[in-house]
């Protein structure tokens, strides 16, 4: 009986994803149609997490401790987040504007990925989500958020090829900005000096924006991994390797921004 229910649960699921797909493809404006959809799936999620958690504890009593798991995990990731945030903040000159928005986050599930580069999450505007905000989580910046509906938002990573993030290198604190590369998942980076001391290695980090909004300052980008020759170029470019494995996603963190930004 409960495996009919949550087949049927999860046919519902699909089927409003397909909906979804056909409706982006055909119907103008979408954003209506997107946060019905994401109502839809958050509240289609829970009611099949409550229907599972209810068979496992009839079964085995382990509902309790799945539970607490996943809080840990979501726990973890927040806390981890935040300390990687403040330890590059207070080590980055003119770091200041992403200095209290770090301990600010709401931990989500990566649960699906989409086109151009973009993956949603489990959390949205329910759990105080907004667009334009830091994604990350424990080894580096992930991207930042495009959309958000009720419980589920989306996440332009950083290596699109519409990304575009100021950077910072760690070590001589020279600036730049940070670019998609399209198609194998690397980064740009382009010194706005040309005579910037640069090397395989190097660490790269966010400059920081205004407000911590769209993204907060001292969250590593990436290690600089070949140097692009170019002579007589306007700037110094390079290939950068993604801290985040982008592939692999999981637990994330999102910065939300701070009160009256």
Same mark, same amino acid.
């Given at each position: 009986?409960?495996?009919?229910?949550? $087949?049927?649960?999860?046919?519902?699921?699909?089927?409003? !994803?397909?909906?979804?797909?056909?409706?982006?493809?055909?119907?103008?404006?979408?954003?209506?149609? @997107?946060?019905?959809?994401?109502?839809?799936?958050?509240?289609?999620?829970?009611?099949?997490?409550?229907?599972?958690?209810?068979?496992?504890?009839?079964?085995?009593?382990?509902?309790?401790? %799945? $539970?607490?798991?996943?809080?840990?995990?979501? %726990?973890?990731? @927040?806390?981890?987040?935040?300390?990687?945030?403040?330890? @590059?903040?207070?080590?980055?000159?003119?770091?200041?504007?992403?200095?209290?928005?770090?301990?600010?986050? &709401? =931990?989500?599930?990566?649960?699906?990925?989409?086109?151009?580069?973009?993956?949603?999450?489990?959390?949205?505007?329910?759990?105080? &989500?907004? *667009?334009?905000?830091?994604?990350?989580?424990?080894?580096?910046?992930? !991207?930042? &958020?495009?959309?958000? !509906?009720?419980?589920?938002?989306?996440?332009?990573?950083?290596?699109?090829?519409?990304?575009?993030?100021?950077? *910072?290198?760690?070590?001589?604190?020279?600036?730049?900005?940070?670019? !998609?590369?399209?198609?194998?998942?690397?980064? @740009?980076?382009?010194?706005?000096?040309?005579?910037? +001391?640069?090397?395989?290695?190097?660490?790269?980090?966010?400059?920081?924006?205004?407000?911590?909004? +769209?993204?907060?300052?001292?969250?590593?980008?990436?290690? &600089?991994?070949?140097?692009?020759?170019?002579?007589?170029?306007?700037? *110094?470019? =390079?290939?950068?390797? +993604?801290?985040?494995?982008?592939?692999?996603?999981?637990?994330?963190?999102?910065?939300?921004? %701070?009160?009256?930004?």
């Amino acid at each position: 009986m409960v495996p009919a229910v949550r $087949r049927a649960f999860v046919l519902l699921v699909l089927a409003s !994803g397909v909906l979804l797909v056909v409706v982006d493809r055909t119907v103008t404006p979408l954003a209506p149609v @997107r946060m019905a959809g994401s109502a839809v799936y958050g509240t289609l999620q829970n009611t099949i997490g409550a229907v599972s958690r209810s068979v496992g504890g009839w079964i085995g009593g382990s509902a309790g401790g %799945e $539970r607490r798991v996943r809080e840990l995990e979501a %726990e973890n990731a @927040r806390l981890r987040a935040a300390l990687l945030v403040a330890e @590059r903040s207070a080590t980055a000159s003119g770091g200041a504007a992403a200095v209290g928005v770090a301990a600010v986050g &709401v =931990a989500a599930h990566v649960v699906g990925f989409g086109r151009g580069r973009q993956v949603s999450i489990d959390a949205g505007a329910d759990a105080g &989500v907004v *667009r334009d905000v830091t994604v990350l989580n424990a080894d580096g910046l992930v !991207g930042k &958020v495009t959309w958000a !509906g009720p419980s589920t938002a989306t996440v332009s990573l950083v290596t699109g090829a519409g990304s575009s993030v100021g950077a *910072r290198m760690a070590g001589s604190g020279e600036l730049g900005l940070v670019t !998609g590369v399209p198609g194998d998942g690397t980064l @740009r980076l382009s010194l706005f000096d040309p005579n910037a +001391p640069l090397k395989v290695g190097d660490r790269v980090v966010t400059l920081g924006s205004e407000g911590g909004r +769209p993204y907060v300052a001292g969250v590593p980008i990436g290690t &600089v991994a070949a140097i692009e020759q170019a002579p007589g170029a306007a700037t *110094r470019t =390079a290939l950068v390797r +993604p801290a985040a494995r982008l592939s692999a996603l999981d637990l994330v963190t999102v910065i939300l921004p %701070e009160p009256d930004r």
